[in-house]
């Protein structure tokens, strides 16, 4: 993970919190505006919280200039812990949903179909249907991994397709 960064943050670059998700910063009271008395906002940082699925959780959060959230703790869950890096799951989730092609490791493009939310165990462990160049349908897990082993695949999901310059 990248450390906090206030000046990215502020500029648009997604930060995690310590539970792990995504929030983005939208706002930070200006220095100049105080309270009677001189006194400075203690949490003048504004933003929002995603879900874990990337839908808009909550809409009006407050934070310190380090992180740390208005209602919590010493380390609480909704603290802001560095600036936001994209997992392989938030990849493939993003592919999904925006229709791009993923990269296996051995170079195939990959079109994900359905991402199964399912407690079955029959589709839990690898709930990423998707179809590679050759047609077939294939499962992977949501970390990438081809079929049910802890063994490296040529078949994982690596990233993103990206389309060779000539």
């Known amino acids: 993970m990248k450390p906090f960064n206030l000046e990215k943050a502020l500029a648009g670059e997604p930060v995690q919190l310590r539970d792990g998700r995504k929030a983005k910063l939208i706002f930070k009271v200006p220095d100049e505006l105080v309270f009677s008395g ?31 959230y208005m209602l919590g703790s ?7 812990v560095g600036l936001w890096e994209e997992s392989l799951e938030d990849t493939i989730r993003k592919a999904y949903r925006d229709g791009l092609p993923l990269r296996t490791r051995l170079g195939d493009k990959v079109y994900i179909v359905q991402i199964s939310e399912s407690d079955n165990p029959l589709i839990r462990g690898l709930p990423v249907f998707g179809v590679m160049s050759d047609v077939a349908s294939h499962r992977w897990g ?15 999901l690596v990233g993103l397709w990206e389309e060779e310059e000539n």
């Open 38 to 68: 001189g006194l400075r906002p203690e949490y003048p940082l504004l933003g929002f919280i995603y879900k874990r699925n990337g839908e808009l959780h909550h809409t009006k959060e407050y934070w310190s200039l380090d992180g740390g």
């Open 142 to 156: 949501l970390e990438g991994n081809y079929l049910d082993n802890d063994k490296q695949s040529p078949y994982d």
């Open 74 to 80: 010493d380390e609480d869950e909704l603290d802001i």
